[in-house]
């Protein structure tokens, strides 16, 4: 399962480094996972510091 970001996100690139595949790119309003390319790993959800990466 991926992990997805809500709108709590405030695109401070936290997700997106510490990504270890880069299924984390900057969208249009938001980051956003690409699910496909996502591992479930968690990094991200760690690295968020409003909490806004969740698993799906």
Do not use: F, L, R
Not at 23 to 52: H, N, R, W
Request: proline share 5%; charged share 20%.
């Amino acid at each position: 399962m991926a992990h997805i970001i809500n709108d709590d996100c405030v695109s401070c690139g936290s997700c997106e480094a510490e990504c270890p595949v880069g299924a984390i790119s900057q969208g249009e309003d938001k980051y956003v996972v690409d699910a496909d390319a996502c591992v479930d790993c968690g990094a991200c959800e760690a690295a968020c510091p409003t909490g806004a990466v969740q698993p799906e």
